[in-house]
């Protein structure tokens, strides 16, 4: 077995924080932005369609930067509360057995 010393980056980052997956969730927000300016230029010819590239652009970027003392991004945080969600829980009170003790 190769032990890997700690400095050493499992997967290629740009700059710390910026692989490639969250490259392509910014590009993907910015397509999706373009395509919506330009779906917006055959209505009306405002340039407030830009506001739009910039905002997608953005959610793409916060969806995949990964929160500095976790290191999960809000796509895997929503992932874990829905996984969270439907799992079976164990309730430990059981009802008419907790509160005051028996006198």
Same mark, same amino acid.
């Given at each position: 077995? +190769?032990?890997? /010393?700690?400095? $050493?980056?499992?997967?290629? !980052?740009?700059? /710390?924080?910026?692989? +490639?997956? !969250?490259?392509?969730?910014?590009? #993907?927000?910015?397509?999706?932005?373009?395509?919506?300016?330009?779906?917006?230029?055959?209505?009306? #010819?405002?340039?407030?369609?830009?506001?739009? $590239?910039?905002?997608?652009?953005?959610?793409?970027?916060?969806?995949?930067?990964? !929160? /500095?003392?976790?290191?999960?991004?809000?796509?895997?945080?929503?992932?874990?509360?829905?996984?969270?969600?439907?799992?079976?829980?164990?309730?430990?009170?059981?009802?008419?057995?907790?509160?005051?003790?028996?006198?």
């Amino acid at each position: 077995m +190769y032990l890997i /010393p700690r400095n $050493v980056r499992q997967r290629f !980052e740009f700059f /710390p924080g910026m692989g +490639y997956k !969250e490259l392509f969730m910014v590009l #993907g927000g910015f397509v999706i932005g373009l395509c919506c300016f330009f779906l917006l230029g055959l209505f009306t #010819g405002s340039a407030a369609r830009l506001l739009i $590239v910039g905002l997608t652009t953005s959610m793409g970027y916060f969806l995949g930067r990964a !929160e /500095p003392r976790s290191q999960k991004t809000v796509l895997s945080m929503i992932k874990d509360a829905k996984h969270w969600k439907l799992t079976q829980q164990t309730y430990l009170y059981v009802v008419g057995k907790g509160g005051k003790a028996d006198a």
